[in-house]
Structure formats: C-alpha cells, structure tokens
C-alpha cells in the first residue's frame, strides 16, 4: 500500500516542478499514465482493453466515457493513449500536491455555479484541443449508482462541435464491483475498457448538440447491454 502515497507524492511533486517548463505538454501525460499504472497494478487491478483500433492517438478528441466509480480516472488515465486532461472542479485545486500538479500540468478548472467563469473556462479548453490535446469527460456529470446511464450533459458535445474535433465514446464495466460508493481501496480484479468507435463532428453547429448527445448515448447505452449480457451467460455457466 505504501508504494501508492510515494508514488503520489514523487509524480505529484514532478509534475509541480516540471510540467510549466514543458513545451511540449506531454510531461503531464507520461507522468500521470505512469502513476495509475502503478496505483491499478499496485491494487491487483487489471485493465483490459478493448477496441484499440478506434483510437487515433495524434488526433485530438473529447472522450466522452460513463462514470461508476471513483476507480474510473485513473483506469482510464491508463487505457486513454491520448495527450489527455480533463476539465476538474474548481474546489480540487485545494487538495494538496494534488490540486497544484492539476494546476501546473495546465488542467482547465471550472466553476460550474459560475456561468460567465463556465464559458470561459469551455472557451480555453477548446483552445487547447486545437493544439493537440484531448479531453476526458464524464458527461453524466456525477457517478451512476446502478451502473446505468444517468442523463449527460450537453457541454461535452458543444465542447467537440466548437473545437471541431470528434467525439470519442468509451465505455468502462466493472469499476462498479471493485470500488463500489463508500469504499475507500479498491478490491483486486480485472475491469473493462472499451473505445468505440469516434463520432466525427466536422460540419456540425451548435444547434447539433443534441443529435450527438443521442448518437453518443445510443452507442454507448448498447455497448453497456452487450456488457451485462455477457456477464451475465459468465454467471449462468
């Protein structure tokens, strides 16, 4: 358990010192695969990876994945082969070490009780999508207590038509079962990750938003029933 804090503290400290000197913003990425890495290997997690192929890691893309667990960002942090960041709350930046390594690696934090703040921040992150990065979002805004879609938000979708890049939807089972809500370690066991394959957005507008959502939702909602009617044959035989 104690390489998981070292780590931590080691990569946390690293990314403070050396991502604002990293002119080609990749540091963060290298660094943070690393650290959940270890932390899954570390936790007898086993990451298994499925639809590689849909992934084009020089094109930037919002990966747009369901949430079921606080298992999920560094599962996907590690499956993700993507210059990755996500858009964070405002309030991690008071977490310590962690919250200043978010800052220095050039996170976009949004406070979403402030719209005027909200645009802006949305404004900023597809700047950067347009220099190459990628974004994760859990579109649902907060994790699904029974493993089903919840609602997603528009933003990820507004975010993809107004920087002009696709919409990348990855589906993750099984984080549910090893990390389920009020548990604070994870158990051992092996969890899914599977990319589907990416939803371009060239010649959409705004007024489009809602035909991506759906289109997203849709493929997404049907690969989650694939999912459960394997595990559920896995079950039955």
């Known amino acids: 358990m104690v390489v998981v804090p070292v780590s931590t503290l080691v990569l946390g400290l690293t990314m403070i010192l050396l991502c604002p000197l990293d002119p080609t913003r990749r540091l963060f990425h290298h660094l943070s695969r690393l650290w959940s890495g270890i932390f899954c290997g570390?936790?007898?997690?086993?990451?298994?990876?499925e639809g590689k192929e849909n992934v084009d890691p020089q094109q930037a893309a919002i990966f747009v994945a369901n949430h079921q667990s606080l298992?999920?960002?560094p599962v996907l942090f590690f499956a993700i082969p993507a210059n990755l960041r996500v858009i964070a709350k405002r309030s991690l930046l008071l977490v310590p070490i962690f919250g200043q390594a978010l800052w220095a690696a050039g996170i976009i934090f949004i406070n979403r009780r402030d719209r005027k703040n909200s645009i802006a921040s949305m404004n900023r992150a597809a700047a950067r999508i347009h220099g190459g990065m990628s974004v994760l979002i859990f579109a649902e805004g907060t994790r699904?207590?029974?493993?089903?879609?919840?609602?997603?938000?528009?933003?990820?979708?507004?975010?993809?038509?107004?920087?002009?890049?696709p919409v990348q939807p990855v589906v993750v089972t099984g984080t549910r079962n090893l990390l389920p809500p009020g548990s604070f370690f994870p158990r051992p066991g092996t969890v899914h990750v599977t990319f589907l394959p990416a939803i371009a957005t060239r010649g959409l507008t705004y007024d489009d938003r809602h035909q991506l959502l759906e289109k997203t939702v849709q493929a997404m909602q049907d690969q989650l029933e694939v999912k459960e009617a394997d595990a559920m044959e896995q079950v039955a035989s």
């Open 42 to 49: 570390s936790m007898g997690v086993h990451v298994q990876v």
């Open 71 to 73: 298992l999920d960002p």
């Open 144 to 165: 699904s207590r029974d493993g089903r879609l919840l609602p997603m938000k528009k933003g990820a979708f507004v975010l993809a038509i107004k920087a002009g890049v």
